[in-house]
């Protein structure tokens, strides 16, 4: 299965220095033309060390947020004394 959450590839800072596709222990980087892609989506186990070691901060990670509820408190719960938003 592909994530939807791979290294995102600034193409206009990458100079091709081939450091992280050394770094990355699964291969889902390579170097095509002088320029990192992500050649092995399905391989990505989003460790970091692409982005870690980029000297140009070419690569970043997306991340997914999930938001949970506190205290056993549903997220729809509203307390009372938490000031209410009016609707536009
Ligand atoms: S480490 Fe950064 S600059 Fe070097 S090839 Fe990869 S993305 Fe490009």
């Known amino acids: 299965m592909i994530s939807d959450f791979l290294p995102q590839i600034d193409l206009a ?30 391989a990505c186990d989003y460790t970091g060390a692409c982005q870690e070691i980029c000297p140009t901060q070419a690569i970043s990670l997306t991340y997914e947020i999930i938001f949970t509820t506190t205290q056993g408190r549903e997220p729809s719960q509203k307390q009372a004394n938490e000031p209410t938003i009016p609707k536009l």
Do not use: Y
């Open 13 to 42: 800072k990458c100079i091709g220095c081939d450091l992280c596709t050394k770094v990355c222990p699964t291969h889902t980087l390579a170097v095509v033309n002088d320029l990192a892609m992500v050649v092995h989506p399905e």
